[in-house]
């Protein structure tokens, strides 16, 4: 909208100058001394990142002179469009008081969440800011902004960027999140080290407690970004595979990449059960156009979870990873898939179960970080999933780590697939064996039985079929055309009460 008074009657140009005049202020943020400094450091302000993220000329800003002599409060909030669909946006402004949180802000991120369901669009926020502001008198009996985000969870997409010092109620977004990045340079905490060393004693740099070492391992952070631009684009990246809504379904993506055989899995995967390799290279010839994208690789790092097209659908893909603990589920692992299994199914995206484990991680270390709670958690969110699953198992699969992975028959999957001489049961049979002193003779007998297993669930339909590692592809590619039927009406949002942190 222009602020341009040239031409206006006379009785409105000196009301319209005043307006424009206040506009000018809100919009100044902390001035060009502190603008200047935040270029300098290679950092873009508030107002830049909002440009830089959606669609060029899209942003229509509301509240914009909320905060009196304060400019816009400190957070720039509004709508605008992504790829052509709309969000609401809020970004803190660290140049304006330390991005803190006044009455005026707090009501503005309030409205933008609450917005944000109301219309059935995707939250995004920006943090970079210290908290609520000391002294602000409008922190009483108000309604918080958590409680209109948390209204979102699980029925509009919330992602979060760090790209900043974020403290205290700020950051609290973060973890009822869907997805979160931080640039490199960027920190979240519960308190900043100045509150820490008063409070413990404790004299830590923002760095060593909340920057990326700490907030990626904790689970906290998904993905890491190595500037404002490159967190900008993962946000955008990681809404393309997204419906705007859980009361709407993932986009088509038109794609040339249909039918093909797979036989590149052959020299990927390798027949002895005892060999590693990458499961990433397996994801990358499924996929269509070899392209997917990994969140939270830095974090459980024995699943792989996905975002990836199929036959131009989007798909969740959640993989075992044989190159970490020779592909046993951890607790880190099996949180982390079942936060994401929750994900998809809160907004209608299918699930693609590539399985290769030896079962949950076994041992003191794993008991005390809470493998049966994590792995009961994790079986819990793919059983009790409504969205399409589909399930493929590439060399074995044992007890309570097939049942997490989608394995176990009538769970509602559309298609449950094996390779030929997948290995199944409580425990392989080297375990086996050594578990009940088994003799030699024993022994060859468990081996043999343990060869034969893949055939023997199949004939009693155990799985779907038995498939040729080269026709994995095609065959999920059916199993999907099939599932994508039942996309008969607009979809309601699963019952649930939000994503859980």
């Known amino acids: 909208m222009s602020d341009d008074v040239t031409g206006v009657p006379d009785d409105w140009r000196e009301t319209l100058e005043d307006l424009a005049e206040r506009r000018r202020h809100a919009t100044s943020m902390g001035g060009e001394q502190r603008l200047a400094k935040r270029a300098a450091e290679g950092r873009l302000n508030a107002r830049q990142r909002v440009a830089a993220l959606l669609d060029d000329g899209t942003f229509r800003e509301f509240g914009r002179l909320v905060g009196d002599d304060v400019p816009s409060d400190a957070f720039v909030a509004g709508s605008g469009l992504i790829d052509g669909r709309p969000v609401m946006l809020g970004a803190e402004d660290f140049t304006t008081l330390a991005g803190t949180i006044g009455g005026g802000s707090n009501a503005k991120r309030y409205r933008l969440a609450e917005l944000a369901l109301n219309e059935r669009v995707p939250l995004i926020m920006l943090l970079d800011g210290a908290g609520f502001r000391p002294g602000s008198r409008s922190h009483g009996r108000s309604p918080t902004d958590l409680l209109a985000q948390a209204r979102c969870s699980g029925n509009v997409p919330i992602i979060t960027g760090v790209m900043g010092a974020s403290a205290g109620h700020g950051a609290l977004i973060a973890p009822i999140s869907n997805f979160v990045v931080m640039t490199e340079d960027s920190s979240i905490f519960t308190a900043g080290p100045p509150v820490v060393k008063q409070s413990t004693g404790e004299d830590v740099h923002k760095l060593d407690l909340g920057g990326p070492s700490v907030a990626i391992p904790s689970g906290l952070v998904h993905n890491l970004a190595a500037n404002d631009q490159d967190a900008l684009e993962q946000i955008r990246r990681y809404l393309s595979y997204f419906p705007s809504s859980a009361w709407s379904y993932p986009m088509h993506r038109p794609t040339d990449d249909g039918y093909r055989s797979t036989p590149e899995l052959l020299s990927i995967i390798p027949r002895n059960n005892r060999q590693v390799y990458d499961m990433r290279r397996a994801i990358e010839v499924i996929v269509d156009d070899h392209q997917w994208w990994e969140v939270q690789a830095g974090y459980g790092e024995a699943i792989v979870c996905a975002l990836a097209h199929l036959g131009g659908e989007s798909v969740a893909i959640v993989a075992n990873q044989p190159q970490v603990l020779a592909g046993s589920i951890d607790a880190d692992a099996a949180s982390k898939a079942a936060r994401f299994i929750t994900i998809a199914d809160s907004f209608h995206l299918p699930i693609v179960f590539l399985s290769d484990n030896p079962g949950v991680l076994p041992g003191t270390v794993s008991e005390r970080e809470g493998i049966l709670r994590a792995g009961a958690r994790m079986f819990a969110a793919q059983s009790l999933a409504t969205t399409v699953k589909l399930h493929v ?71 779907d079929e038995l498939i040729d590692p080269r026709e994995t592809r095609d065959v999920l590619l059916d199993g999907l055309n099939l599932a994508m039927h039942r996309r008969q009406a607009v979809p309601e949002p699963v019952a649930r009460v939000g994503i859980t942190p």
Do not use: C, H, I
């Not at 050594?434 to 468990?446: G, H, Q, W």
């Open 393 to 463: 198992t590439f060399r074995k699969a044992y007890g309570f780590g097939s049942m997490v992975m989608g394995m176990v028959s009538f769970d509602r999957q559309t298609g449950s697939y094996a390779f030929p001489g997948a290995t199944l049961g409580a425990m392989g049979a080297d375990a086996s064996s050594n578990a009940s002193k088994a003799d030699d003779e024993v022994r060859a007998e468990l081996r043999r039985l343990e060869l034969q297993a893949s055939y023997n669930s199949a004939s009693n339909l155990g799985f």
